[in-house]
């Protein structure tokens, strides 16, 4: 009788595919990562929420009597994860099953289909960082040529209260760390239970605090061609937490730019005369020089601004200041006049290097509806689910298999990240 394989076969291809596609995995295994059963239905939406930590500001007397105060406010702010579309690569059944069954090369095969939906997901993910982090270390469109320049991002990390639990990462293009290999040393020993590719990736496991590693994933963008890039606040933004919380995200009027000048996503707008604060003790970000860090926030979305340079600019990592407020994050508010400037050079490409905390972003992994065919679900340890499935198309009168990923993306907190220059 003739070998069946049908009944179990898309458990096999699972098994085949779930674990090059987590060893091909470098950006998304150092975030936040789940998976979201039960939070996503026909009701929620395509959204779901993550809630943030409160904070409180304290009061200082002598004899302990804080009657004549009052209680910090209760303000609990969320995080939304926003379902994105599917990643799906296409197999011919005969093929996969082949490569399955009758001992072609099958590690080959399956590898190659995992890497394209770690690369498709990587690369748009990569988009989501770089678009989403507040922190700026370096001078925009300065190359990164040294370790102190690497260094120089941990220091503003820590500065800026990221925690230094061991979970904070860096990653450059491969150019970049061919530079870094002229002066590099033994920097710290890799961990041999990493998988394949985040191993390989790793040029040290602990360099300023830091996990630093290569990635070809990184995302760039292109400035306007309009030349002037400097401009103002045209009306006192709202510096509220309770506005803030929810989107970690700050509308900016602006006036006086370029006319017709064209906002990119990932540029970074500089307010003069704000600077930022640490975001535990509160106290003023103090560089090397001894100067204040001037508030910066990278831009979330493309906008065009109208002939007379006018427009609405939205900034991940809002400047907030309120009085004796838990959460500021400068130490004075900004106001209308201030000056405001999009960093770096018009008609440029850019491709900064990414700094995070692990707790910076979240990827949730969507379970994904079983179709009217033969389904299996392969999760990783760490939530990431894929569905493989195996069913006829009627119409092409062939057999497929396809498997599935669907994440969703979440800003768990802009200020654990940032774009990194030398």
Do not use: C
Request: glycine share 8%.
């Amino acid at each position: 009788m003739a070998n069946s394989f049908k009944s179990n076969f898309t458990r096999k291809l699972a098994e085949a595919v779930l674990d090059p596609f987590d060893s091909e995995r470098v950006l998304s295994k150092n975030v936040n990562t789940q998976l979201l059963a039960g939070q996503f239905n026909a009701n929620s939406g395509s959204n779901v929420d993550f809630k943030r930590p409160t904070d409180y500001v304290t009061s200082r007397t002598s004899d302990g009597d804080i009657s004549g105060g009052t209680a910090s406010p209760i303000i609990t702010g969320k995080a939304t994860g926003t379902v994105q579309d599917y990643i799906t690569v296409e197999l011919d059944y005969f093929e996969a099953a082949e490569a399955l069954e009758m001992g072609t090369d099958k590690s080959r095969f399956f590898k190659d289909a995992a890497k394209r939906v770690v690369t498709d997901l990587e690369v748009d993910f990569a988009g989501f960082m770089r678009k989403n982090s507040g922190l700026l270390a370096g001078t925009v469109g300065t190359a990164v040529t040294s370790w102190s320049d690497v260094a120089t991002a941990g220091a503003t990390a820590v500065s800026a209260g990221v925690p230094s639990d061991g979970n904070l990462n860096y990653a450059v293009n491969p150019f970049t760390q061919a530079t870094l290999a002229d002066v590099q040393r033994s920097l710290g020993a890799v961990d041999p239970l990493v998988s394949e590719a985040h191993k390989e990736a790793i040029i040290s496991n602990n360099f300023a605090g830091m996990k630093v590693m290569t990635a070809t994933t990184l995302s760039s963008y292109t400035t306007s061609s309009v030349a002037d890039r400097v401009g103002a606040i045209a009306t006192n933004p709202d510096v509220t937490y309770a506005t803030a919380k929810d989107t970690m995200t700050q509308t900016i009027a602006v006036n006086a730019f370029g006319n017709n000048l064209v906002v990119k996503a990932g540029d970074i707008l500089q307010i003069t005369g704000r600077n930022r604060l640490n975001m535990n003790t509160r106290q003023p970000m103090i560089n090397a020089a001894g100067s204040n860090v001037v508030f910066t926030g990278v831009v979330t979305a493309d906008v065009t601004l109208s002939g007379t340079g006018t427009g609405n600019i939205v900034i991940s990592g809002p400047a907030i200041y309120e009085a004796a407020g838990a959460y500021n994050t400068v130490a004075s508010a900004p106001v209308a006049t201030d000056v405001v400037t999009l960093l770096g050079a018009a008609s440029t490409l850019y491709q900064p290097n990414l700094f995070w905390h692990k707790q910076a972003f979240s990827i949730g992994s969507v379970p994904i509806l079983k179709l009217n065919s033969t389904d299996t679900l392969a999760t990783t340890e760490d939530g990431m689910q894929l569905r493989v499935s195996m069913g006829s198309s009627i119409r092409e009168n062939k057999q497929i298999v396809r498997i599935d990923l669907r994440p969703a993306y979440a800003v768990l907190n802009p200020f654990f990240a940032g774009q990194a220059w030398g």
